[in-house]
């Protein structure tokens, strides 16, 4: 066998291919500050996905590399496409999203004003409405207006209902506080925001304190409160209005609204929903005097149960105004053991005596 052997001079270059020369790269990727895993969890290798570095490769790893820990990247990792995609889709899913919201809540706010206007129109229009017991407007150049209770299952009708009266209220700041407002203001009311502090027991006190802030410096505002409201229990009145009137030195009267036809909301309360055709009777009481703004709790409680009590009796007269025959919800939500006590021609004007002044401390809540 021959064998040829070539030289070429030094001058003479032979044209291949130069392979490109790579700096080494770490063999492992660890987040910053960490070494390889003692436990066998996942370890990331750069151009693979996260894998199981378990007990028999780290015993080569450590045996065969004098100083495994230094071939550990301590850079963070790349950021793989995929997920670098997904955060892209999230982001325009996000806008999308928002802008969809804000669609749906300015169509909210144009139509369902609207509809529920139309709807008591043609309740109250197809209806026989009757007026009964107090005139509310008298408190108004008697006292300079007055703080109204009622109980939440006629949320429904309140504001149509009473619109001739041109009531004043509060609605609380966010998307379903700005469907309120709409909603009322075509009812003829006053609204004003407020009761923006988070957790509940600061949001019912800073309501309160607007409330009195208000009233004080306003003539002639009537509110309407709805005193077991907004998640009850039912039938059991909170002292908010009862604390209202006292600090701004003004009467509290009550109302209930009732309804020969009506349908129920499948709510905490059942809320009333009146249908045409219908009779309606609004009852007016009052005007209860509280005490004086500087009272203790105890006064304050006991006029807020004496008036609890008061408006349990005008539901019941109200109701017994329109049942012929007593219904078995008749007492349904009202305390165990209670019992009507007015009879069936009760006194629903009560004596307009004098008022204490107003207290000198605005916005005191006690």
Same mark, same amino acid.
């Given at each position: 066998m021959s064998v040829f052997v070539a030289s070429l001079p030094p001058s003479t270059a032979i044209l291949t291919k130069r392979p490109r020369l790579r700096e080494p790269r770490p063999l492992l990727h $660890?987040?910053?500050?960490? *070494?390889?895993?003692?436990?066998?969890?996942?370890? !990331?290798?750069?151009?693979? %996905? =996260?894998? &199981?570095?378990?007990?028999?490769?780290?015993?080569? $790893?450590?045996?065969?590399? *004098?100083?495994?820990?230094?071939?550990?990247?301590? !850079?963070?990792?790349?950021? %793989? =496409?995929? &997920?670098?995609?997904?955060?892209?889709?999230?982001?325009?899913?996000?806008?999308?999203?928002?802008?969809?919201?804000?669609?749906?809540?300015?169509?909210?706010?144009?139509?369902?004003?609207?509809?529920?206007?139309?709807?008591?129109?043609?309740?109250?229009?197809?209806?026989?409405?009757?007026?009964?017991?107090l005139d509310i407007e008298q408190l108004r150049p008697a006292y300079g207006g007055a703080v109204g209770a009622l109980w939440h299952d006629e949320v429904v009708t309140v504001a149509y209902a009473f619109?001739?009266?041109?009531?004043?209220?509060?609605?609380?700041?966010?998307?379903?506080?700005?469907?309120?407002?709409?909603?009322?203001?075509?009812?003829?009311?006053?609204?004003?925001?407020?009761?923006?502090?988070?957790?509940?027991?600061?949001?019912?006190?800073?309501?309160?304190?607007?409330?009195?802030?208000?009233?004080?410096?306003?003539?002639?505002?009537?509110?309407?409160?709805?005193?077991?409201?907004?998640?009850?229990?039912?039938?059991?009145?909170?002292?908010?209005?009862?604390?209202?009137?006292?600090?701004?030195?003004?009467?509290?009267?009550?109302?209930?609204?009732?309804?020969?036809?009506?349908?129920?909301?499948?709510?905490?309360?059942?809320?009333?929903?009146?249908?045409?055709?219908?009779?309606?009777?609004?009852?007016?009481?009052?005007?209860?005097?509280?005490?004086?703004?500087?009272?203790?709790?105890?006064?304050?409680?006991?006029?807020?149960?004496?008036?609890?009590?008061?408006?349990?009796?005008?539901?019941?007269?109200?109701?017994?105004?329109?049942?012929?025959?007593?219904r078995p919800d008749r007492l349904q939500n009202y305390p165990e053991g209670w019992q009507p006590s007015w009879g069936d021609s009760p006194e629903l004007v009560r004596d307009f005596a004098p008022l204490?002044?107003?207290?000198?401390?605005?916005?005191?809540?006690?």
């Open positions: $660890l987040p910053p500050g960490r *070494s390889l895993p003692e436990d066998g969890r996942p370890v !990331s290798v750069k151009g693979s %996905a =996260p894998f &199981a570095f378990g007990e028999r490769g780290k015993r080569w $790893l450590l045996g065969n590399c *004098s100083d495994a820990n230094a071939m550990v990247d301590q !850079s963070p990792l790349p950021e %793989a =496409p995929r &997920a670098q995609d997904k955060q892209r889709r999230d982001s325009w899913g996000r806008q999308v999203k928002k802008a969809l919201t804000r669609a749906l809540l300015a169509l909210n706010w144009a139509v369902v004003p609207r509809l529920y206007m139309a709807w008591m129109w043609l309740v109250f229009r197809t209806s026989r409405v009757e007026d009964v017991g619109r001739k009266y041109h009531g004043h209220t509060l609605a609380s700041h966010g998307d379903f506080g700005e469907l309120i407002t709409r909603m009322l203001q075509m009812c003829n009311f006053t609204v004003f925001r407020g009761g923006s502090s988070s957790g509940r027991s600061r949001r019912s006190t800073q309501v309160l304190n607007d409330m009195i802030e208000h009233m004080n410096a306003n003539e002639n505002v009537i509110y309407g409160i709805t005193v077991d409201g907004s998640k009850g229990p039912p039938y059991r009145m909170k002292k908010g209005a009862c604390i209202v009137a006292s600090q701004c030195a003004k009467p509290l009267f009550i109302e209930r609204t009732w309804f020969r036809s009506y349908a129920r909301l499948a709510n905490w309360d059942r809320t009333l929903v009146p249908m045409p055709f219908n009779r309606i009777v609004h009852a007016f009481a009052g005007p209860y005097l509280p005490p004086p703004p500087d009272s203790p709790d105890e006064d304050i409680e006991a006029f807020r149960r004496h008036v609890e009590n008061e408006l349990l009796e005008l539901t019941f007269h109200v109701r017994g105004l329109l049942e012929e025959s007593p204490p002044s107003r207290s000198p401390q605005k916005g005191q809540t006690g």
